[in-house]
């Protein structure tokens, strides 16, 4: 089961990425191991009161031209909402109502699901009646806090650990001796044909259209007497037009499907190389202790002599660093060349999750 997820929505300046840093209990931008990627993520696994949840801070991808940054900020509400199991509205005292404010209050009215009030910069008990002027966004009791302070941000996440245990979570039913195997990595690269070829027939919709897998589509397989799982990580249902939106979103779709996995199976671009993206989400699924391989797809589309391969390799593990130990197959998925290996690679380096040797898969 996959975490729950906390979605901090609200126009810029009113305070959520402060917010959000208090919620998960860092100053700091978060550390990854792995060489390349971004210091300061945007979303995060935290906990209170026992109860663990993904806290995510939309803030942080608002384009900074003003020509785009209303767009922007529609995109990510609409997006938000669509991820979220429970959101957190941040508005900002001291300004007030604005229009802005009024126009995501709206959204989020239409979207029925649960959205709580956050009023920040309330630092002090002299400021809390300028709260009450926010009933007026009909989203219900607003929460006074000071995110920068800390002041209250206890009793508000009380409030919302009890927000989360009302939401119905959705019930994935799997046997439970099925090894669950996540296929991983940015549109367009090859998954749901991957899946599709691996089952032998047509579960998830393939076009050359990225993020057309709409929903997430489970798949069982049979093989040597084993059961599997095999996630394929579902595309976004509204296509943004803002790149750090669909960027931003996929990752955390990806997470999601990453914390169900017991591997992964992570696809790569072999035309576009490793982005900065791949790497933080393979960062992820060895912060979540999965197994994992990475696939190098598209490889017949890539021009090559005799050192090609050997000089991509190269370079990829120098790029991951301290994770250089994960099998990379190279493969094409549409011609079918080296599939069998990619299969092998995954068998054969988990045996500790199948309970044999790995030579009976060779």
């Not at 914390?259 to 791949?278: H, I």
Request: charged share 25%.
């Amino acid at each position: 089961m996959s975490l729950p997820v906390v979605a901090i929505v609200g126009r810029p300046n009113v305070g959520k990425s402060t917010l959000f840093n208090r919620i998960i209990k860092k100053r700091e931008a978060i550390v990854d191991d792995l060489p390349g990627v971004t210091r300061d993520r945007h979303y995060a696994e935290t906990e209170w009161s026992g109860q663990s949840f993904v806290v995510v801070d939309t803030g942080g991808y608002l384009p900074q031209t003003s020509d785009t940054i209303e767009m922007a900020i529609r995109e990510q509400v609409e997006i938000a909402i669509q991820e979220a199991d429970v959101i957190l509205y941040v508005v900002d005292r001291a300004s007030g109502i604005t229009n802005w404010d009024a126009q995501i209050a709206d959204k989020l009215k239409r979207s029925q699901k649960a959205v709580m009030l956050v009023v920040n910069k309330v630092d002090n008990e002299m400021m809390e009646s300028d709260i009450y002027q926010f009933y007026g966004l009909g989203l219900g009791d607003p929460i006074a806090v000071s995110a920068l302070q800390g002041r209250t941000i206890g009793d508000m996440l009380d409030i919302l650990i009890s927000q989360i245990r009302n939401v119905p979570m959705p019930e994935v039913i799997a046997d439970e001796d099925a090894i669950k195997l996540a296929v991983v990595g940015r549109e367009n690269v090859g998954k749901s044909s991957f899946v599709n070829m691996l089952i032998g027939q047509t579960r998830s919709i393939v076009t050359d259209i990225p993020g057309t897998t709409r929903d997430p589509i489970d798949s069982e397989l049979n093989y040597q007497k084993r059961k599997y799982l095999l996630i394929d990580t579902a595309g976004l249902k509204r296509k943004a037009k803002v790149k750090e939106n669909i960027l931003f979103f996929s990752q955390l779709r990806s997470v999601r499907s990453i914390q169900r996995a017991d591997v992964v199976l992570y696809f790569l671009d072999a035309t576009a190389g490793p982005t900065r993206q791949d790497l933080r989400v393979i960062n992820e699924a060895t912060q979540h202790r999965k197994g994992i391989v990475i696939a190098v797809n598209k490889w017949d589309l890539v021009p090559k002599d005799d050192k090609t391969l050997f000089e991509w390799e190269k370079a990829l593990r120098e790029r991951l660093g301290s994770y250089s130990y994960i099998p990379i197959v190279f493969t094409s998925v549409l011609e079918k060349i080296r599939l069998f290996k990619l299969v092998v690679a995954f068998f054969c380096n988990f045996p500790e999750l199948l309970g044999e040797s790995s030579n009976r898969f060779l």
